[in-house]
């Protein structure tokens, strides 16, 4: 008996138009989430320049909170990539001790030092 038959082969295009269809609908959703924002702290910008000074230092203000952010979240990720590197090594220790397999894990592990070393070292502070 065939394994791939004619019902099994139906449900895999099925499958894989709705896959792409779902990410056409996301991409789409998220074009749309980042136009809205576009225009709004276009209008919001458009407003506090009204105001004057102190809508501009709320406007800074907001600027290096997200600087902050984007800094904070690039030294999770740091850590997270080398605890994943530092993990893989261990896991192909174990799997493989005779060849020197292991050492694949350094690559996520320097990833993860390099995004921790930028976000120290490199990084616009505030």
């Known amino acids: 008996m065939n394994v791939f038959s004619l019902p099994m082969a139906l449900f895999l295009a ?5 896959m792409w269809a779902f990410i056409a609908v996301v991409t789409w959703a998220d074009i749309r989430r980042r136009e809205r924002e576009a225009y709004y702290r276009h209008e919001t910008m ?3 320049s009204e105001v004057g000074e102190s809508g501009l230092a709320l406007l800074r203000e907001d600027e290096r909170s997200a600087m902050r952010r984007r800094r904070e979240n690039i030294k999770l ?3 997270i990539t080398s605890a ?3 993990g893989l090594m261990i896991f192909l220790r174990a799997v493989d001790s005779n060849r020197p397999v292991y050492l694949a894990g350094l690559i996520a592990f320097l990833v993860g030092l390099a995004f921790l070393s930028y976000s120290y070292i490199l990084a616009p502070k505030d």
């Open 14 to 18: 099925v499958a894989a138009s709705g």
């Open 84 to 86: 994943a590197g530092i």
């Open 77 to 79: 990720g740091g850590l």
């Open 46 to 48: 458009k407003k506090l």
